[in-house]
């Protein structure tokens, strides 16, 4: 695919499922909108936490969408992520807004840590909430992010709990054991929520390297889940399980890993000021 005269790799077959024969699929892209580099947590895994603030351009942002629009470049997903994306809910908003006239059926989606995450449910609608929550503990979260983030109790108030989906990264020491996922499973589960994913780390510093858990750990012989689905592309994997809980819920759970995450098929990010292929990948405009 030619995106403002570059090329971008896309898939043109479908990810392998189980052993399901590959489809032929229509080329699309997911687009990912990273509104800043900044966040006001402090996770030893992570890179965006000390970067001086960068104004997200605006002007760039909707000649991109025209572009999209214009040339019959199908969108399959928009989501917003940082940093922390609701660090400036008014740049959000103008987003947001200027995303629903242009592509009013696109499926839209953002990852937070939870901050201004009660504005975000009064203001916005997302297909699904991404929450950042890496332990059930609320001590031992707060000590993985070292910052004041939503704890069990107020998520247990949230009245979007069907469309959250928990994402927790898989750190040696935290969430590392397959007792550990069904602990952290257990106790969210019981407070409604039915999505969750278990992600191993990037390897994007010596922490991550120091500390990274195979995502695999959820793949060991737990009683009551089941394998849904599994799929591969190049330097990506992931399995899908529905598990059913001691209170008697089907929770759905990925687990994933990335190889590398700067050149990911049909992922276009704009990166605060520019168009990237994936993340911390090559500019395109």
């Known amino acids: 695919m030619i995106i403002f005269g570059k090329e971008v790799k896309t898939r043109t077959h479908s990810c392998q499922f189980n052993n399901e024969p590959i489809r032929v699929i229509k080329p699309y892209i997911n687009l990912y909108i990273r509104l800043t580099n900044n966040c006001q947590a402090s996770c030893k895994f992570c890179e965006y936490h000390s970067y001086d603030k960068q104004m997200f351009d605006l002007k760039k942002f909707k000649k991109i969408l025209?572009?999209?629009?214009?040339?019959?470049i199908r969108i399959n997903k928009i989501n917003f992520t940082g940093g922390e994306p609701a660090l400036d809910l008014n740049t959000?908003?103008?987003?947001?807004?200027?995303?629903k006239t242009t592509h009013p059926h696109v499926e839209l989606t953002i990852n937070t840590n939870g901050f201004n995450i009660d504005k975000i449910f009064e203001n916005f609608y997302f297909e699904y909430y991404a929450l950042s929550r890496h332990h059930y503990d609320d001590d031992k979260n707060k000590e993985i992010f070292g910052a004041n983030v939503p704890s069990f109790d107020e998520i247990k108030k949230y009245s979007e709990r069907d469309n959250i989906h928990l994402r927790c990264n898989l750190i040696k020491g935290y969430i590392d054991s397959k007792e550990e996922v069904i602990t952290y499973i257990e106790k969210f589960s019981d407070i409604g929520i039915i999505d969750f994913g278990f992600v191993?780390?990037?390897?994007?510093?010596?922490y991550c390297i120091d500390n990274f858990i195979d995502y695999n750990v959820t793949q060991f012989d737990i009683e009551n889940m089941k394998l849904n689905f599994q799929q591969k592309t190049n330097g990506c994997s992931c399995k899908n399980y529905l598990y059913s809980t001691r209170n008697g819920n089907i929770v759905q759970l990925y687990s994933r890993f990335n190889k590398d995450y700067t050149n990911q098929y049909n992922t276009l990010v704009f990166d605060v000021n520019k168009l990237t292929v994936g993340f911390g990948g090559e500019v395109i405009i």
Do not use: G, V
């Open 92 to 99: 959000l908003d103008i987003i947001y807004s200027t995303i």
């Open 66 to 72: 025209s572009y999209l629009q214009e040339n019959d």
């Open 200 to 206: 191993s780390l990037m390897q994007l510093n010596n």
